[in-house]
C-alpha cells in the first residue's frame, strides 16, 4: 500500500485542522497507524498512534488536543488537531504497521513499514 497524507497548511494559534492519510490499498490488513512529525533541526517524533481494537497513545504535548482515529472502510487515517499551538509546527507523517507492539512502544518509528510522504503543518499569527 502507498499513503498521501494531506490536510496541512497555515493556521492561527488556537486554531484546528484535520489531516487525512489515504491508502492506495486496504489499511485494514494493517495492526497499527499513526503519525510522527518533524520540525526543522529536530529529530522525527512519534505524536500519535493507535492499534486495531486498542488504546491510542500521545505523546504528553498534544494530549488532550490531538485525536487519531482510522476509518477502514476509506482506507483513511486521521488526525484531528485542536488548540494548535506554535511549538506543533513541522511536517506531519502517517504510516502503518503490520506488527503488534506494547503499549506506548506504537511511538517509536522503527515500527512502521509504510510512510507517507508528509504535510507541512505551520502555526504562526
Known amino acids: 500500500v502507498q499513503l498521501q497524507a494531506s490536510g496541512g497548511g497555515l493556521v492561527q494559534p488556537g486554531g484546528s485542522l484535520r489531516l487525512s492519510c489515504v491508502g492506495s490499498g486496504p489499511t485494514a490488513y494493517y495492526y497499527g497507524v499513526a503519525w510522527f512529525r518533524q520540525a526543522p533541526g529536530t529529530e522525527r517524533e512519534g505524536v500519535s498512534c493507535s492499534s486495531r481494537g486498542g488504546h491510542s497513545y500521545y505523546t504528553t504535548s498534544v494530549r488532550g488536543r490531538f485525536t487519531i482515529s482510522r476509518d477502514n472502510s476509506k482506507n483513511t487515517i486521521y488526525l484531528q488537531m485542536n488548540s494548535l499551538k506554535p511549538e506543533d509546527t513541522a511536517v506531519y507523517f502517517c504510516?502503518?504497521?503490520?506488527?503488534?507492539?506494547?503499549?506506548?512502544?506504537?511511538?517509536?518509528?522503527?515500527?512502521?513499514?509504510?510512510w507517507g510522504q508528509g504535510t507541512q503543518v505551520t502555526v504562526s499569527s
Open positions: 504510516a502503518v504497521r503490520a506488527v503488534r507492539v506494547p503499549g506506548s512502544m506504537c511511538l517509536n518509528s522503527r515500527h512502521y513499514d509504510v
